[in-house]
C-alpha cells in the first residue's frame, strides 16, 4: 500500500510544476510528510489552482492531518471541475538522452519495474519549463517497492545523468488518474526491464476499480460464453490506442485490443510453464504504442525494436519511420485468434482520430465478466479516488501467461 | 459605514497589503545566497502571485529549519510582512538571532551575451515602469540577472523567473534591487562581476 501522501501527490501530478511534485515526493520518501504537504499546498494557494472537490478536500484534510501553518481551506482556491486536459506524445527530438540515461538507471531500480516514457506537450504549474517535458511512468507492484521512495530514487539517478525527467509512479490495481490515462496512452515502452514480480487480482482491486468493475460486469451479463473465464489480473500499463478525449463508459469499448507493457519482452521469454489455455497467437503488430500512431506504408515489415535492449536509436529512424508511413501495418496484420489482443474486428487503431469510432464488431462485443473496461472508457470524473480507473485485460495468452509466472514468483518471493 | 469611509478603508487595505510586499520582497532580497536558490525563486513566485499567506507560512519555518538567523532589521522585515500575513509569533520569534549581515564569500563572472532568454529578459525590462538598468553574470554556471530600479519589483521578478523558466532555468535567480544601492554584500559581488546589457536613457539624461 502506497503511502497516501503519495497517492495525493499522483493527484496533483499536472497540477504542480514537476519540479516541485519531485522535491515533495522526495520529501514523503524520507518521512517529511507535513513539509511536503506545506510546499504543495502553498504552491497551489499561490497559484489559486482550482482542484476538483474530492482532490481539494483530501488535501485540506491532509493538511490539517500533518499541522501545517496554512489553513488550507482557507487558502486554496474553491473547488472547480477539472477543466485541463494535459496531452502528451510518445517520441520527442530528445528521446535518444532519455533512454540513454534510463539504460544507465542501476539495475535495482529497474528490477520488478516497467517503464513507458511519453513526452508532455503541455505546461504545469504557473512557472513551467520548457516543453516537451519528459514524463518516466514506473510501474510497480502492489507489494513492490514504495511509490514515492522509487519516484526519488529514479529521478534522482536520471539527474545525475543529467536528464530532468518527471517521474510517476504506479501501482498495479490503483486507480489511474485522467492525467495519468493520457500519458499512458501516449507513451513508448522501455521493456528492457524485468516483469513485475506480482500483480494484484481483481478481486483484490480496491475502490473505483472494484466499482468499476463491478458496473461494466453488471452492465454486460450476457457477455460471450468464450470470455467468462477472463479473470485477468490488472494491468496497469495495458494500454489502447490514443484517445485524447475522455468518452463516456461503454462496453463496447471492453473488447478492444489491449496490450500490456513489455510484453514484447516477456513474449521472448515464454516459459514452458505456462497454461495451455493462454497459447494464443503472439500480437500482429510488435510495434510499440507510439509507433503505431505514425504513418507507416502498408505491407511494410516492422521490426519491433526495444528501446532499452537495442542500441541507442538515431534520431533519424522514427524520421524515416514516420515518413515511410509504416504505422499502418497494425491494420494489415493477421487478426489474432480467440482471445488475442486485437479487438473483435481486427483492426489496430490507426492514427489519433481512429479512437473516434469504434468498429462495429467491437461495438456489439461486451466485456467479459471479469473484464472491465474503464481505463480508457471515459469515466474520468475525479472523484475521491481518482478520475479514472483501470481495466481487466481481456484474454491475452501473453498477459496472462506473463501473469502466472509473476504470480508463481511472487509465491517463491 | 459610509461609501467614502469604504473607499478609504480599502485604500489603506491594499496600501497595507503593498507594503507587507515591498517588506517581504527586501527580505527575500536579502536572503538571496542563504537559502537555496531553489526555494527562494519560489517565494519569489508566490509573493508575485499574490500569494502572502503561503509565504508566510512557509518563510519562516524554512528559516528554522535551516537554521537561517535574521539581523535585527531583517527581522522587521519579517514581522512586517510574514507576521502581518498571519505567521505565528511563535516561529517569527524563534528565528535565530544575528548580529551582523553574514557576508559569505561568493564569486560572480560577467555574462555579456545576449541570447534568447536574456533578450527576452531585455524586452520585459525596458518596457517595465521604473527600471534602470539590467546586469547578467554567473555564479558557477547560473545565471543571475540583476535590475536597478522598477516599480512593484516583486512582480518584474516574478516575470522574469517565469522567463527564465521557460527557457530552461530550473531555478531562476533575478534580483530586482528597487533602490540604487545593493543591500548586500552578495548583489554588490553580483553588480561588480556583472555585464550591463541595458541602461536606461534617463540615466544618461540624469549624468548630464
Known sequence: MDDPIHELLLRLAGRLDDDLLADARELVAVGEDGHALELVTAALAADATPLPPPVRAELVNAAAAARIDLDADAALAPAAPDTTAHRFSATADADVPVVAAVRELPNRLREGVRLRLTWRQTPAGPAPTPLPQPVLLVETAADGRPGEVLAYQVGAAMARSGVHVAVEVLTSGRPLTSYHAAALRDSTPLSGDAPLRAASPPERVESVVAEVVQQVTESHRNAPPEDAHDERPVDLFAVDEPAPRPVPMRGWQSGRRRRGFGEQAAEAEVDDDLPEADEHEPLPSPVPLARRTRPRPVGEVVEQSDALLDPIPNEGTWTDEWASGDWALAEDAPPPGPGGLTAAGGSAPGPHGATAAPSPAAATRPCSSGAASCFEDGDYQHTAASACALRVLPGSGTISGKSHRSQSRSGHS | ?208
Request: charged share 20%; glycine share 10%.
Open chain 2, 1 to 208: 459605514m459610509s461609501a467614502v469611509g469604504g473607499r478609504q478603508q480599502a485604500e489603506l487595505a491594499e496600501s497595507a497589503g503593498w507594503v507587507g510586499t515591498a517588506l517581504a520582497h527586501e527580505l527575500l532580497l536579502r536572503l538571496a545566497g542563504r537559502l537555496p536558490g531553489t526555494l527562494l525563486w519560489r517565494l519569489r513566485e508566490w509573493l508575485a502571485a499574490g500569494g502572502q499567506s503561503s509565504v508566510a507560512a512557509v518563510l519562516p519555518r524554512e528559516l528554522l529549519r535551516r537554521r537561517v538567523g535574521l539581523t535585527d532589521e531583517e527581522r522587521e522585515l519579517l514581522i512586517g510582512s510574514a507576521g502581518a500575513w498571519g505567521a505565528k509569533p511563535r516561529l517569527l520569534d524563534a528565528v535565530l538571532p544575528l548580529p551582523a549581515p553574514e557576508e559569505a564569500p561568493v564569486l560572480f563572472a560577467p555574462d555579456p551575451v545576449l541570447d534568447a532568454a536574456a533578450l527576452t529578459a531585455l524586452a520585459i525590462v525596458k518596457s517595465h515602469p521604473g527600471t534602470l538598468e539590467l546586469h547578467q553574470a554567473r555564479r558557477g554556471g547560473q545565471r543571475v540577472l540583476v535590475v536597478f530600479g522598477g516599480d512593484a519589483p516583486w512582480l518584474l521578478t516574478g516575470t522574469l523567473q517565469r522567463i527564465l523558466r521557460a527557457h530552461g532555468d530550473r531555478t531562476p535567480c533575478v534580483e530586482v534591487l528597487p533602490n540604487p544601492d545593493p543591500p548586500t554584500a552578495y548583489h554588490r559581488a553580483a553588480v561588480s562581476g556583472s555585464a550591463a546589457l541595458w541602461r536606461s536613457p534617463r540615466l544618461a539624461t540624469a549624468a548630464s
